[in-house]
């Protein structure tokens, strides 16, 4: 069983940065590839970005490359998600989730989710 916890969100300026944190219990969480979704309101969860158990070979939704990047540290049991230039279509509530399968960009791939972070960009 793994537990996963996010936090870090916040309202921030267009142009701004935030980074997301998500803290995981539960011992196997090494072994899971995570990854970061987000939803906005009134819209369907979409994909951000996944690395690997490892923390290898990161993957991008097409709307965020290049401003995000993700992270883990498995000796912490956490991984991060650095959000800059922001835009105000960004907003949503974010999701950490873990998989047993790598480079998943479909929410159903994902067994393990968090209770989700605000994230409000305005103008």
């Known amino acids: 069983q793994v537990q996963l916890v996010e936090s870090g969100g916040g309202l921030v300026q267009a142009g701004g940065s935030l980074r997301l944190s998500c803290a995981a219990s539960?011992?196997?969480?090494?072994?899971?590839?995570a990854a970061w979704f987000r939803q906005a309101p009134g819209k369907e969860r979409d994909f951000v970005a996944t690395?690997?158990?490892?923390?290898?070979?990161?993957t991008y939704g097409d709307s965020v490359l290049g401003r995000f990047t993700i992270s883990r540290d498995n000796a912490k049991n956490t991984v991060y998600l650095q959000m800059n230039s922001l835009k105000p279509e960004d907003t949503a509530v974010y999701y950490c989730a873990a998989s047993g399968v790598r480079f998943a960009r479909d929410q159903r791939a994902y067994r393990y989710w968090g209770q989700g972070t605000q994230v409000t960009v305005s103008a």
């Open positions: 690395i690997t158990w490892r923390g290898d070979s990161p």
């Open positions: 539960g011992r196997t969480f090494n072994n899971y590839n």
